[in-house]
């Protein structure tokens, strides 16, 4: 298991790190609430978002 991190359901991408113009207290609330790192499908679906593409995921939950 990778010490640094241990849930393997998040990714190394930290919000703060994609680059987003978005507003610091944005930023500052997501630390707040303990977000910081990005689940696979955020930081594979945020930029494209961001970018004002069109995206369709599946999660194996059935969400």
Known sequence: MDSDFPDKALT???????????????????SELGFELCMPVQAATIPL???????????????
């Open 12 to 30: 190394s991408m930290r919000f703060s790190e994609m680059n987003l113009q978005l507003f610091e207290p944005v930023f500052e609330v997501l």
């Open 49 to 63: 978002l961001y970018n004002f593409k069109d995206v369709v995921v599946d999660a194996a939950n059935g969400s």
